[in-house]
């Protein structure tokens, strides 16, 4: 699974922040599924080259927001969304919604804009809007 996550040490973001994102993002696209084991904390943390205490933050983080649930013999997995949670936290995100980012995405590769400043527009926007 950690393919699916990494870490800019040089970004503004934290690493424990840039960690939940991208699991609770990984979960909003359907890519970790109700059930998905996650890495044990301390593997997660050697792959990415970081302390386990930041995956940990992250983990309870997104334990926090009923994304994912630690079970004792199971590790950790990806949570049973509760009922009338969001689309955004239940892994059903609309097909026109991942079509529309997806087309944003390739409009700034394109311009050959930064991740980072394309996730600060889109943040700008939202915060407007």
Same mark, same amino acid.
């Given at each position: 699974?950690?393919?699916? #996550?990494?870490? %800019? &040490?040089?970004?503004?973001? +934290?690493?424990?922040?840039?960690?939940?994102?991208?699991?609770?993002?990984?979960?909003?696209?359907? %890519?970790?599924?109700?059930?998905?084991? &996650?890495?044990?904390? *301390?593997? !997660?943390?050697? %792959?990415? /080259?970081? $302390?386990?205490?930041?995956?940990? *933050?992250?983990?309870? =983080? &997104? =334990? $926090?927001?009923? !994304?994912?649930?630690?079970? @004792? @013999?199971?590790?950790?997995?990806?949570?049973?969304?509760?009922?009338?949670?969001?689309?955004?936290?239940?892994?059903?995100? +609309? =097909?026109?919604?991942?079509?529309?980012?997806?087309? !944003?995405?390739?409009?700034? @590769?394109?311009?050959?804009?930064? %991740?980072?400043?394309? &996730?600060?527009? #889109?943040? /700008?926007? !939202?915060?407007?809007?």
């Amino acid at each position: 699974m950690n393919a699916g #996550v990494s870490v %800019d &040490l040089r970004s503004a973001t +934290p690493p424990y922040e840039q960690i939940r994102s991208q699991i609770s993002s990984l979960i909003a696209t359907g %890519d970790l599924g109700v059930g998905s084991r &996650l890495p044990t904390v *301390r593997s !997660l943390a050697a %792959d990415l /080259g970081i $302390a386990a205490g930041t995956v940990s *933050r992250a983990y309870k =983080e &997104l =334990e $926090a927001a009923g !994304l994912i649930e630690s079970r @004792r @013999r199971n590790g950790t997995v990806v949570a049973e969304p509760a009922p009338g949670a969001s689309a955004r936290s239940n892994g059903t995100v +609309p =097909e026109a919604v991942t079509a529309a980012v997806d087309l !944003l995405i390739n409009a700034g @590769r394109d311009a050959r804009l930064s %991740d980072q400043l394309l &996730l600060d527009l #889109v943040r /700008g926007k !939202l915060q407007k809007g």
